[in-house]
């Protein structure tokens, strides 16, 4: 759907280590809602993006660990190696 809006985003791997170790530790501390969980940290970290979105022009966002740290405060914690 960003796609649409020119919004173009990538994910490092570090950024996709962080967020599934986000996801995994919740399930396994919290309710296990399986890949729901996965949506909602996916939510969480792109809602300012998804906000923002439906500018005239095109533009890459970029996904890294520390954006992930930032956007996800606490959650991410004991994911920051």
């Not at 296990?32 to 022009?57: K, P, Q, Y």
């Not at 956007?71 to 190696?81: P, R």
């Amino acid at each position: 759907l960003l796609k649409v809006d020119g919004v173009d985003l990538k994910f490092t791997e570090d950024a996709i280590e962080s967020i599934a170790g986000i996801s995994e530790d919740m399930n396994n501390t919290r309710e296990d809602i399986g890949a729901r969980r996965l949506h909602t940290v996916m939510e969480n970290l792109i809602e300012d993006i998804s906000f923002e979105a439906g500018g005239e022009t095109e533009k890459e966002i970029i996904i890294d660990k520390a954006y992930v740290a930032e956007k996800l405060g606490g959650e991410i914690l004991c994911y920051v190696w």
